[in-house]
């Protein structure tokens, strides 16, 4: 049972290139999310999903889109990086019916 | 606006001793309150949890105390040992939005063999 899958684990970018970080869970959970942590600032939300085909916003979700067209799946995209967007990136999932959130082992991203 | 505020950033305690990370929240609609701890190169892992309508939730050496008066709930782990250093953090959520949780800065913790 693999859990939440994070690819990929690192990634330099240039400013202004794009790319899309993949978040994949095998444990049937309804809801996933995408977080970013920085040093002092804690885990930020960026987007969430209730259910395939819905996404919202979170606390920080400008330079950022996201697609849950799949139920195992969730994607984030940075559709023209900035140095500001160099961050640790989290996706979590959980149940409908519980709290719990399960992390991924996290996206390191540079923007240069 | 940071709706949960944790301290301290750091904390440096001796094998054996106790840790207390404190944290204080805004919004009185928070009905859930975790503690995330997150090893270096891995992602957050639920430690312990409580709700308001209790004062304290005990599990084995953490324990959290709540204070919904003051709005504040804290850490306490007893007989700290190396295997504790990590980085903790609080956390709320309401029911209502998705459980989305709102987490504080994060206490790195190390524990002193």
């Known amino acids: 049972n693999a859990g939440v899958t994070q690819t990929p684990k690192f990634r330099v970018l240039k400013t202004g290139q794009s790319m899309t970080l993949l978040c994949a869970q095998d444990?049937?959970?309804?809801?996933m999310y995408w977080y970013r942590q920085d040093p002092g600032m804690g885990l930020r939300l960026i987007h969430y999903?209730?259910?395939?085909?819905?996404?919202a916003k979170g606390e920080v979700p400008d330079g950022y889109n996201v697609s849950r067209l799949k139920k195992q799946n969730f994607l984030l995209g940075l559709e023209s990086a900035a140095p500001s967007q160099t961050s640790v990136y989290f996706c979590?999932?959980?149940?409908?019916?519980?709290?719990?959130?399960?992390f991924g082992a996290g996206s390191r991203l540079t923007v240069l | 606006q940071q709706q949960v505020k944790q301290s301290p950033q750091s904390l440096i305690v001796q094998k054996g001793g106790i840790s207390i990370i404190n944290c204080a929240y805004e919004n009185t609609a928070f009905d859930y309150f975790p503690w995330y701890q997150q090893f270096p190169g891995k992602g957050p892992a639920l430690l312990i949890a409580i709700r308001p309508d209790v004062s304290e939730k005990k599990e084995g050496r953490f324990t959290i105390s709540f204070n919904k008066s003051a709005k504040q709930f804290s850490l306490h782990i007893m007989d700290s040992q190396p295997g504790d250093s990590a980085t903790y953090f609080c956390a709320a959520s309401m029911e209502t939005s998705g459980s989305r949780l709102t987490f504080g800065e994060g206490t790195q913790l190390t524990v002193n063999p």
């Open positions: 999903s209730v259910g395939e085909g819905t996404t």
């Open positions: 979590a999932s959980k149940s409908s019916g519980a709290n719990v959130l399960t």
């Open positions: 444990m049937n959970h309804e809801y």
